[in-house]
């Protein structure tokens, strides 16, 4: 079926999202064409249409970080992939579109059994939760991981791989019922944080030894309560910074107790990064997805043109797990019959 000039996308004007048009990208050499069928919506994308997370340079403007669909079209120098082929993608921009550009490298197959909706929902929470866990902080089988967030979609992602991996998870999360969820998920221990001071509750579930590995999206007052829920050699992952980037720090405690304080973004990173992760997740994780060992964890959809609605209930953190957009252009299309494409309202 023929490419057609145009296509809906959810563009930010002044800070608020709307359907508009725009003509459909063509990819570079590396690049694919895909024709979106759902895209996840994430934190950085809330923080995007504020003005505080512009994106990197060469980045379309349109938000979104990843996206699942079919190859429409093939840059060039692309010869592992075939048009048509149902994948899920990373991205840097532009997930929030009926069609989207990938790195032909960041395109992963939708695992066997799972839904394009389900497979919007894997990029960039299994990309961040591998590179930072696994890669950066070397969580260990038989060491604890406290998760901050453990509800979010990041923490629904840890606290499965966490355990698959032979970890014992804690987390902190908003509310009993999400305190549940993340048990029954399977999670060590919850702690309700506006209930009960997770700094305590962490040294009576380790019997004062403390956590190996935390992994942080929340920062400000969080970070010196942190170094007093580490373990001897025990290892911080700072990934966002929910309450601010800026915290005191009693420098004792790291030397005293040898501790590792890292942190890292992933938009910015290059392919030949993103790719060395990409790979690590075809071979230990998508076999789990496969098997329904693990799964994506997914608490709401909205059509496309409802991104706005997307982001209330981002911003409400309401949720549990991800919060996923649907293209109705892409089922019509795969109907042989294509609406209309007038922008809503």
Known sequence: MPL????IAIEIDNSALKPTQRAIPTPSANQVLIQVAAAGVNRPDVFQRKGLYPPPPGASDIPGLEVAGTIFALGDNVDHLNKGARVCALVTGGGYAEYCLASAALCLPVPEGLSFTQAAALPETFFTVWSNIFDRAQLQPGETLLV???ASGIG???????KAFNATVVITAGSEDKCNFCVDLGADAAINYKEQD???EIKQFTVNKGVDVILDMIGGDYFPRNLKCMADDARLVQIAVQMGPKAEINLLPIMLKRLTITGSTLRSRDDVFKSAIAGELIEKVWPLLESGKIKPVIH????LTDAA???Q???SSQHIGKIILTVLEYELH???FRRNTQPAA
């Open 4 to 7: 057609p000039e145009q296509m």
């Open 148 to 150: 901050h967030g453990g």
């Open 156 to 162: 629904t992602t840890a606290i499965q791989l966490a």
């Open 198 to 200: 997770f700094v305590d």
């Open 300 to 303: 709401s959809t909205f059509a």
């Open 309 to 311: 609605k997307a982001h």
């Open 313 to 315: 209930l981002m911003e």
């Open 334 to 336: 795969h109907s042989h």
